[in-house]
């Protein structure tokens, strides 16, 4: 089963996440900059959901922890945000994003998304996540 990190400050986006995949991918959940990173680390996820907008600090830093470091730059990361300009998505892309999705999740969008960056990453494909 496929390891997904659910990388937001809310509670509420741990839960719907859980409800919504949590019969398709075991969940793992981090709140804060510093759990996400050492989470990232230690229990390898397949993918991380990071939102976009953490309150101790910008996922902007996060993201380019996680693509620096030899342990975590292969692991994609998909941005998630309830709102977000094209300018800053296409900031996160550059930063190494695999992708973007919108709050509140719909089930079909997330499954799809997630499912195609671990079939990217499965068949090596790092170049494009």
């Given at each position: ?46 993918v991380i959901l990071l939102d976009m907008f953490m309150d101790d600090e910008m996922s902007e ?28 998505i296409s900031k996160y892309y550059k930063l190494g994003a695999a992708d973007f999705i919108k ?27």
């Open positions: 089963m496929k390891r997904i990190l659910v990388a937001d400050d809310m509670p509420t986006v741990f839960e719907q996440a859980k409800e919504i995949i949590g019969g398709r991918y075991e969940v793992i959940t981090a709140g804060t900059g510093t759990e996400i990173i050492a989470t990232a680390k230690s229990e390898r996820p397949d830093g996060i993201l380019k922890t996680l693509k620096e470091d030899e342990e975590t730059k292969g692991i994609p990361v998909i941005i998630t945000a309830s709102d977000a300009s094209i300018m800053a709050k509140p999740f719909v089930e079909n969008v997330l499954f799809r998304r997630i499912d195609v960056v671990c079939a990217l990453k499965d068949d090596g494909h790092t170049d494009l996540i």
